[in-house]
C-alpha cells in the first residue's frame, strides 16, 4: 500500500480523535471551540484525487457531526472548503502549484501561512453563518469567526510546524 494512503489515513482518524475526544470539550473563554480537524484540508497532497478529496473532506464532517450533534454543519463547511482550495491555492500560491513539481518546501512560510488561514476562514464563515442563520447577527458571527478562527489558526500552525516532515 502506498505510504501517503496510510500517513493520510492516520492523519485522518487522528484528527477526528482529537477533535471529538480533547477540543469539542474545550471552551475558551466561553465561546471559542478550535476546529484542529480543518488541517487535513491543508495536508491532503496536492495532487491528489479531487473527487476522493471531496468524499473524504464530507465523510471527516460527517464524523465531526455525528459525534458533535451539529446536524451537518461541519460536514457542509468541510466540503465547501474542500471545493475552494484550488482557488485558494491559486490565489496564495500562484500558478505555480499547477505544475507537476510544486511542493510546499518551494514556498514561503508566510504563503503557507496565508493558505491555512484562507481555508479555516471558510471553514469558519460557513460554519457560524449556518449555525446562527440569521444576517441580523452578523456581529455575533464576525465575533465567533475571528475568535475561533485565530484560536484554530495557531493551534493548526503548531501542529503543522510540529507534525509535517521537516522536507516541506
Known amino acids: 500500500m502506498n505510504n501517503s494512503v496510510l500517513l493520510n489515513g492516520f492523519r485522518f482518524v487522528l484528527l477526528i480523535l482529537a477533535q471529538v475526544l480533547i477540543f469539542n470539550n474545550l471552551s475558551f473563554m466561553g465561546s471559542i471551540n478550535p476546529f484542529v480537524y480543518v488541517i487535513f484540508f491543508y495536508w491532503y497532497p496536492i495532487k491528489g484525487n479531487r473527487t476522493f478529496f471531496m468524499l473524504i473532506s464530507f465523510l471527516l464532517g460527517f464524523i465531526i457531526d455525528i459525534f458533535s450533534d451539529t446536524m451537518a454543519l461541519h460536514s457542509i463547511a468541510s466540503l465547501t472548503v474542500a471545493y475552494a482550495r484550488p482557488v485558494v491555492m491559486r490565489f ?23 493558505f491555512l488561514a484562507l481555508l479555516i476562514l471558510i471553514h469558519q464563515v460557513v460554519f457560524f453563518s449556518l449555525e446562527i442563520l440569521s444576517f441580523t447577527h452578523i456581529l455575533l458571527i464576525l465575533k465567533k469567526v475571528f475568535g475561533t478562527g485565530i484560536v484554530t489558526l495557531v493551534l493548526c500552525t503548531l501542529f503543522s510546524s510540529l507534525f509535517s516532515p521537516k522536507t516541506e
Request: proline share 0%; with cysteine; net charge positive.
Open 92 to 114: 496564495c500560491f500562484g500558478v505555480n502549484y499547477e505544475f507537476q513539481n510544486f511542493s510546499f518546501k518551494n514556498t514561503t512560510k508566510i504563503q503557507r501561512v496565508a
